[in-house]
């Protein structure tokens, strides 16, 4: 039985369902239909009008939801049941039905999620795209259903095309859990076995990429890397590189629709001079400059010429993902020339192949139902994907199991090295070898400086490094430079050694060793087993033990945090001026949580030790398990120190506070930051490095570098080696772009619920003026709750579809309808100030409701408007002020992407125009503003500006 609903919403205690549809299949044949629409006895939201089609009116002629319900579930019988989604409709039905539907339910998104697990997206309409399936009537239930009905056949067909080593490791795994849809994998792999060919035992190891060739390739080159005496770099010939850029060059020819941009051939011209001269640069690029053509170019030639490494570092990964997969084959094929380049990331981003192997043999020991479930993906992807990185597997990341991936990744921590059995088929070594292999490498902020002092480095020797999306470098440092500790991190690690689960089953490592250990037991064993025995029985106590005292310690820290009395969600504390009493219980129970800490520790690494004393043939994955063992404990002696850094509070360089996270069941988290990250970066990056090139649409404040060199700490590095030059941006803000500021609304601040209010109701009216095609930056998310229901009532009454973050979904898919229904409007707050790309008639009216100035009881924020006073300088001025400029510049330039782009920034923030810091945030815009006299003045200017330009991006 296939079946769809549609509803007016996606709760199921307070929505309805519109429409109802289900096919019943007999032997492979239509055996029946059951389509209706329902009465919901209320309006419909006009987010599902668009997406249905659907009418008030057509419904209101319809019977009220409940007597169709009684109908189709009569349809439905006891069969059971496909959908997609399935979770979706189950609950709606068994709500709707008082838990009378108990039908087995599969579902075939998961089955999708698993068979396809790289697809970017599962959705019904994302997998009839792949297999061609034509959709007749989309979000309608019936039209719906039969693309579902023709969508089953297809699955088991793709079942059946998998490697048997896949579809046997699908059958072992899902056969552990009850999870209905386990019987596809059970009969697909009985229907191997039954066939006219020997399928063999399985192997899954079989599947795996070999990677040796690039190892021993790697090695060859690490060998030839080795430090020698050196001939002078040979010197790029900036002539011949802006030459590619002109018009009639190299470029022009090859590549189509290029512009010379006489903004771009400056930039390609400093790269190259800071490569030349050993210099670090700082450029300034706005949109439309094509920067990373413009770095990449005399990267190339560069590291080409001298064969040396070129690191090209992100912020995001999916400006990284952007270079690798389109800028550089692009450049590639333009330059007519050989390029190596490697992407490589974090390796907690990796598959490790010798925990996948031996999760794969101790799933019914190491594993939770809801996790088999969830591995079932990466078992399917990890047979055939080349690089191991994860985000490949989007089927896997959808399942959203985070206590799974800790389990696969190839952790620091618990990894063999050079010594590992499964060596030649690591993905991290891989990654490692085509890094050395290449002559451009492109990593993130977090790997660059996670590599500053490991032991294991990821990245290759590198003397030259590009950072992209510079402006970020701050924040990226202060995050690889943080300390903390909360119950969540703590218990990973417990839970990774023992687990008890619903109806007393014990999941973990050390009941797999308990297990593995009796397995492979012999008689002249038995006084060792027994003394391992023991110790797994103590070190379950200990894990016991060490969860009672982190409970304690939590408490203290939770009563520190009430004592304080204050209505932000976090406080700060100071070894010097903490009060005693409160910390004194603090401290005593931090001593005692590492203690027991260190306990159970030392327990691990003695199991360790007395499991290195076995024979392989008496213990199956004995190696392993001392890998995990000691990884674990290493993990245990990282928390031990952070403890001790975060309560002692003694370096005076670091901010301490405590937090915390959630309302409804909240977690208390201790965490401190460095103060300044500068001087560590100029100690571990800028002095060892000969040209750092620091690049992003948004790195002055007041036309000024001065803020991003204080702040990152290029104020100490020798002035000649220094250059910093803003190139501008080849669009036309004058002609494409509006700024408006309305001098009529309240200032924020001690008027805020004012400011709130009027504003919520000045948005009505500049949407309506632009009809929709907005989006609405806030700066906290409490505003953005009062203003969504006033938009969302008026507007859509008047068919703008309005979306608010936090609401109707998470930052890309809200991005994505924004995209698709072009007279909607979207509320966001923090996330949505940078990095959201919506070019088109789309994005037509920007509004910015307040200046984003810093939260400043933050602690970071507070502590380093001290450091700042300190040194006799005014916080606000050389801090605060130039912050928030820099994140307004980012906000403002989500409006105008490409050349033949139109729109209006307004700011609803008067104190642009009143306060003496307001001049500094106009200075920023690309182009001059206008002052509204009231909201008539103000959308009659929205509508002309948009009416002017609608040839180019549609009228209102």
Known sequence: MFLDLETTGLDPEREEIIEFAAIRVVGGAVAGEFSRLANPGRPLPLAIT??????????????????????????????????????????????????????????????????????????????????????????RALGDTRLLAALWPRLLARLDELPFEVVASLSA????????????????????????????????????????????????????????????????DVAALKALFAPGGAFARKLPGYESRPQQVRMVELVAQAFNQGQHLLVEAGT??????????????????????????????????????????????????????????????????RKLLYLLEEAERELSEEERVAFLAV??????????????????????????????????????????????????????????????????????????EADSPVLPPYAHVVFDEAHNLEDAATEFLGVQVDRWEVMRSLRRLVRRERGGAERGLLPSIRYRMKKGRERDLAEREERLD???????????????????????????????????????????????????????????????????????????????????????????????????????????????????????????????????????RVAAAPIRVGPKLKELLYDRKDTIIFTSATLTAARSFEFLKDRIGLAQVDKARLVAE???????????????????????????????????????????????????????????????????????????????QGF??????????????????????DSFWEGVDVPGEALSCLVIVKLPFAVHTAPVVQARCEEVEARGLSSFRNYTLPSAVIKFKQGAGRLIRTKTDFGVVVVLDRRVLTRNYGPSFLRSLPTGHRTALNTRHLCDMIRGFLTAHAPAKGAP
């Open 50 to 139: 668009r997406l249905t089609g659907l009418t008030d009116g057509e419904l209101r002629r319809q019977p009220p939801s409940r007597v169709v319900l009684e109908e189709f579930l009569r349809f439905v019988g006891d069969d059971p049941v496909v959908a997609h989604n399935a979770p979706f409709d189950q609950g709606f039905l068994q709500q709707k039905s008082d838990g009378g539907f108990r039908n087995t339910v599969i579902d075939t998104l998961a089955l999708c999620r698993i068979l396809y697990p790289t697809l970017e997206h599962h959705s019904l309409d994302a997998i009839a795209a792949h297999l061609g399936l034509a959709a007749t009537e989309r979000h």
């Open 173 to 236: 795994v899902s056969g552990l859990t009850a999870w209905p849809a386990r019987n596809l994998f059970l009969e697909a792999e009985a229907r191997r076995l039954t066939g006219p060919f020997d399928a063999g035992p399985p192997n899954y190891r079989r599947l795996l990429r070999d990677h040796t060739a690039e190892l021993s390739q790697a090695r060859e080159a690490r060998r030839e890397a080795e430090p020698r005496d050196r001939p002078p770099p040979k010197r790029l």
């Open 288 to 353: 439309g400059v094509g920067k990373s053509i413009a770095y990449l170019v005399p990267a190339i030639h560069w590291a080409r010429a001298n064969g040396e490494k070129i690191v090209v570092s992100t912020n995001t990964k999916n400006l990284q993902e952007q270079l690798f997969f389109k800028d550089l084959p692009l450049l590639a094929a333009a330059l007519e020339a050989p390029l190596k380049a490697a992407l490589i990331k974090g390796r907690g981003n990796y598959l490790c192949v």
């Open 379 to 452: 078992l399917v992807w990890a047979a055939t994907t080349e690089t191991g990185d994860v985000a490949e597997c989007t089927g896997f990341l959808a399942f959203r199991e985070s206590d799974l991936w800790p389990k696969l990744c190839a952790a620091a921590e618990e990894c063999p090295g050079p010594n590992c059995p499964e060596r030649r088929y690591c993905f991290l070594a891989r990654a490692r070898a085509l890094s050395m292999l290449a002559d451009i490498v492109v990593a993130n902020h977090a790997v660059v400086f996670a590599d500053l």
């Open 534 to 668: 023991r110790f797994i029985t103590e070190s379950y106590g200990h894990v016991a033990e060490v969860e009672r005292r982190l409970d304690v310690f939590l408490q203290a820290v939770e009563m520190a945090f009430a004592a304080a009395k204050r209505e932000t969600e976090a406080v700060r504390y100071e070894a010097a001026t903490r009060g005693p009493q409160l910390w004194d219980a603090i401290e005593r129970e931090k001593k005692a949580l590492v203690s027991v800490l260190g306990g159970l520790r030392k327990r691990l690494e003695q199991l360790a030790e007395d499991l290195e004393a076995l024979a392989d043939r008496d213990f199956p994955h004995r190696a392993e398990s001392i890998y995990d063992l000691r990884g674990v404990a290493e993990g245990l002696a990282e928390i031990q120190a952070a403890l001790d850094f975060l309560v002692e509070a003694k370096d005076e360089g670091y901010v301490y506070w405590i937090e915390q996270i959630g309302r409804r069941k909240p977690m208390f």
């Open 726 to 804: 803003d190139v501008g941006s080849p669009f036309d803000y004058d002609r494409q772009m509006l700024v408006l500021v309305p001098n009529f609304l309240p200032e924020p601040g001690a008027e805020d619920r004012d400011f709130s209010a009027q504003a919520s109701k000045l948005l009505i009216e500049v949407f309506r003026a632009s009809g929709g095609r907005g989006l609405a930056l806030f700066t906290a998310y409490s505003m953005l709750n009062d203003a969504y229901p006033q938009l969302k009532a008026a507007l859509e009454a008047e068919g703008i579809l309005v979306l608010g």
């Open 808 to 829: 109707d979904g998470e930052r890309r898919a809200l991005t994505a309808i924004f995209k698709r229904d072009t007279t909607s409007v979207l509320l966001g707050t």
